[in-house]
């Protein structure tokens, strides 16, 4: 811990932050020491974690256990689903050009195969998206809202003097 002298002028518990998900009645992070705390009798003195720089701060995040597992989450569906929706669309692409007669074919009344098909490019496109929120909202959300927390936390006062 290293003890840091306010400025002249300046309150540490009246710095407002500008981050507007930061509440910190509500999750009780971000909570300063109070003044006089370090023991000394020194009540201009504020007590503050040795830091490194914030790439620092974020080079060891990105090696954490926790910001990999929530990026092969996230690579485990993307990768697959791109390949998969990729594919379908080039599928739909060869076939028209390449089998004209059976895009051609009819299925009801005027609908042909390429038709539906063209519509299950749409369908297909909606319900990838739902999946991908479905499984960022499930499998990832909360894992990288605490690691921003904590991000947030070690990098609070870097750069300030």
């Known amino acids: 811990m290293e003890k840091v002298d306010k400025q002249e002028g300046r309150d540490a518990s009246a710095m407002q932050v500008d981050d507007p998900w930061y509440e910190a009645t509500d999750s009780g992070r971000g909570e300063r020491a109070e003044a006089g705390a370090t023991g000394d009798g020194r009540p201009d003195a504020v007590v503050r974690q040795r830091v490194h720089s914030a790439a620092d701060i974020y080079l060891e ?30 599928a739909y692409v060869v076939a028209a050009t390449a ?17 539906v098909a063209g519509l299950g490019q749409f369908l297909t496109t909606f319900l990838l998206t739902w999946a991908y929120a479905r499984h960022a909202r499930l499998r990832r959300d909360r894992a990288a809202l605490e690691l921003r927390w904590d991000t947030q936390e070690m990098t609070r006062g870097v750069g300030q003097p």
């Open 61 to 90: 995040v990105q090696r954490s256990p926790a910001f990999q597992e929530v990026r092969s989450r996230y690579r485990r569906f993307v990768f697959p689903a791109a390949l998969a929706f990729l594919l379908w669309y080039l």
């Open 99 to 115: 089998a004209p007669g059976l895009m051609a074919r009819p299925v009801a009344g005027a609908v042909n195969v390429a038709m």
